[in-house]
């Protein structure tokens, strides 16, 4: 079980590698379909409501219906994963975490809102460059190799969106997602 476990988790970082590859060579293409992102959204709040048990987070949402975007499916849920376990991996035990899902006239905008310790400012500049971890982020935590961050950006920017820490404080960090609305 355990090198099975080895394995996907190998595989999983080869994955991420070579989509950054492709990123970085300008061939990173994406099949556009219509998405609900608020059917994605629901989706992997269910995920991470699961993941959030052990620690007992509480976990509350506002995902607006019908939200709807162009992009890939698959890497929207990379995306989505990505933040969500970040949320639930650097919380505290028994702590919280906020998902919200709204649009404007032109983008899709997602934010992700937990409680824990809050990022270090010296460390925010740096949070998505690939194989970045925070220093304290090391310590009694489950392992990672600082790929999810840079992956999401790069994905995130495929969609002509945009991914940004909005604010980090010792009670809480907040992430926002920007994508843009499918035309009508």
């Not at 959204?41 to 991470?48: E, M, Q």
């Not at 939200?67 to 919280?96: E, F, T």
């Not at 925070?134 to 950006?153: F, H, K, P, T």
């Amino acid at each position: 079980t355990s090198l099975l476990e080895e394995t996907e988790h190998q595989q999983a970082i080869l994955q991420s590698l070579l989509l950054l590859s492709r990123a970085d060579a300008g061939k990173l293409r994406i099949a556009l379909e219509s998405v609900s992102l608020s059917d994605l959204v629901t989706h992997a709040l269910d995920d991470a409501e699961m993941m959030a048990e052990e620690t007992e987070l509480t976990v509350s949402s506002e995902i607006a219906p019908g939200v709807i975007v162009n992009g890939d499916p698959n890497l929207l849920q990379q995306v989505l994963h990505n933040l969500l376990s970040n949320a639930v991996k650097y919380n505290h035990r028994r702590g919280w975490l906020r998902l919200g899902l709204t649009a404007d006239e032109t983008n899709a905008v997602l934010s992700m809102t937990n409680g824990g310790e809050g990022i270090p400012a010296e460390a925010q500049p740096r949070l998505f460059e690939r194989f970045y971890r925070v220093e304290a982020a090391r310590s009694n935590r489950e392992d990672g190799i600082g790929l999810g961050l840079s992956l999401s950006l790069e994905i995130v920017k495929a969609h002509g969106g945009s991914i940004a820490l909005l604010k980090s404080t010792p009670e809480e960090t907040t992430f926002e997602v920007l994508l843009p609305l499918a035309k009508a």
